[in-house]
């Protein structure tokens, strides 16, 4: 039987509902398989939601 680390064993604490005040901003994670669509795609997406956070989009792991 297989052993996790303490850390990985002990439940996450509950996390605030998204925009309740100290939530953190809510991600949105994207992968894009046509890198030249990606600009296009995001300004819909900021269009849709301007108070997202883009950070992983705009961060391009493709």
Same mark, same amino acid.
């Given at each position: 039987?297989?052993? /996790?680390? &303490?850390? &990985?064993?002990t439940p996450?604490?509950? @996390?605030?509902?998204?925009?309740? @005040?100290?939530?953190?901003?809510?991600?949105?994670?994207?992968?894009?398989?046509? #890198?030249?669509? @990606?600009?296009? &795609?995001?300004?819909? &997406? #900021?269009?849709?939601?301007?108070?997202?956070? /883009?950070?992983?989009l705009d @961060?391009?792991? #493709?």
């Amino acid at each position: 039987m297989r052993t /996790f680390p &303490l850390e &990985l064993q002990t439940p996450a604490p509950p @996390a605030a509902p998204p925009g309740a @005040a100290g939530a953190p901003p809510q991600a949105h994670l994207f992968y894009f398989k046509n #890198v030249r669509n @990606a600009p296009a &795609l995001r300004a819909r &997406l #900021v269009a849709r939601d301007p108070k997202a956070d /883009f950070a992983m989009l705009d @961060a391009r792991t #493709v």
